[in-house]
């Protein structure tokens, strides 16, 4: 860490902030994936990371190089531009597959749509 | 400038993107960034995209930071659901018919919603334009398909269509 | 001070992020469904790009950020395509 000995205390304490909020949001998505029960409600879990964990983690990151170099350091934007545009693509696809599987074996987790109201759709999976 | 720019959206945003890689303002990595950007938009011309037209500005960007404010709270609402679960907690699906039928904002009002963590675009219906969302903490559908119609889809509609 | 603040905080990131990397790898283990290993497999690579962006601040160099930037292109094609394998695998009856 020694490259860091010229890091001035008022954006070392941002930086460190940044980092620890970034890695707890990812690792509650992450704990989230294992916890929860079923695998539509396991597939919130990894927006938590993709979205302000990952912002949190480069945001920091940007602090840390631009102050370091002191010049502007805003490639991580690239990473992040990149994540916002993927993420929800891969969720979606994955999400329309699960279902696809899910109907193609007969227990369709989706509640036809007239009746959804009468019977509560909370545990159809284990 | 047709000919020349056929995409401009899509040039601006990959000269972006290169000067971004470069991070320098120098003429060289500029002028190459600048071929980059007009080829890249004569090779999407060439696969023949549906038009892009963005009619109102100011919506969008208020659009955006609706979402960076709804996906923030939506971050905590789902760390807490995970970290705190409630036994009444009550997952689902929630069929949402909408009105939007220009590709570019559908495919827009997809990414918000699946970007959000406690929501999840599954499928969509095009011919009777019925979306299946599924959701992590479902407390009111009435109140779901109010936030979806009139929080996305109503600024969509006047910024694509 | 900022020296001691900054690697305390880096270690504790890293050890969450490698907690998260590890949840996410008992998904991938466990499933129980192919769906399910391939979100632990998401999962895992977005924690292991930002894992690898806390060393490049550890290490001061800017050769994680495009082994990060990598790993983010490649996360998402392979999740695509395991995705559209899902889909499509099993549809031949």
């Known amino acids: 860490m020694s490259h860091a000995a010229d890091l001035p205390l008022w954006a070392a304490i941002p930086v460190a902030l940044l980092l620890l909020a970034g890695a707890g949001l990812t690792l509650t998505g992450s704990i989230g994936l294992v916890r929860l029960k079923t695998f539509y409600e396991r597939l919130h879990a990894p927006t938590l990371g993709t979205s302000y964990g990952a912002a949190f983690i480069l945001l920091g990151s940007m602090v840390f190089f631009s102050v370091l170099q002191s010049r502007l350091t805003v490639h991580e934007l690239l990473i992040g531009i990149l994540l916002i545009i993927t993420m929800p693509v891969t969720l979606m696809l994955l999400g329309g597959a699960a279902l696809h599987r899910d109907r193609l074996e007969g227990n369709d987790p989706a509640v036809p749509p007239e009746d959804k109201a009468a019977e509560p759709q909370a545990d159809h999976e284990t | 400038m047709r000919r020349l720019l056929p995409h401009p959206y899509m040039s601006a945003s990959l000269f972006l993107m290169w000067m971004l890689m470069n991070e320098s303002v120098s003429p060289g990595p500029a002028l190459l960034g600048l071929a980059f950007a007009l080829l890249g938009g004569w090779a999407l011309a060439m696969l023949q995209p549906l038009p892009l037209r963005i009619r109102r500005w100011g919506t969008a960007l208020r659009l955006a930071g609706v979402v960076a404010v709804d996906i923030a709270r939506s971050n905590l609402g789902v760390a807490l659901v995970i970290l705190h679960p409630r036994a009444d907690r009550r997952q689902g699906f929630i069929r ?48 779901w398909v109010r936030i979806v119609k009139g929080r996305y889809e109503q600024p969509l509609m006047e910024i694509f269509q | ?72 292109l490649l996360g998402f094609v392979s999740t695509t395509a395991l995705s559209k394998f899902l889909m499509r695998g099993e549809v031949i009856e």
């Open chain 2, 96 to 143: 949402i018919p909408l009105a939007l039928r220009n590709d570019t904002a559908l495919a827009t009002l997809a990414c918000i919603l699946t970007a959000t963590p406690g929501t999840a675009w599954v499928e969509f219906d095009r011919e009777s334009g019925v979306l299946l969302l599924h959701v992590l903490d479902l407390i009111d559908e009435e109140s």
């Open chain 3, 1 to 72: 001070m900022s020296i001691a603040l900054l690697s305390w905080s880096l270690l504790a990131a890293q050890v969450m992020l490698g907690l998260a990397f590890l949840c996410a790898f008992y998904r991938v283990l466990k499933g129980p469904r192919a769906q399910d290993r391939v979100l632990g497999l998401d999962t895992l690579y977005v924690n292991g790009m930002l894992l690898l962006l806390t060393f490049g601040i550890r290490s001061g160099t800017i050769l994680y950020f495009e082994a990060a930037l990598v790993i983010a």
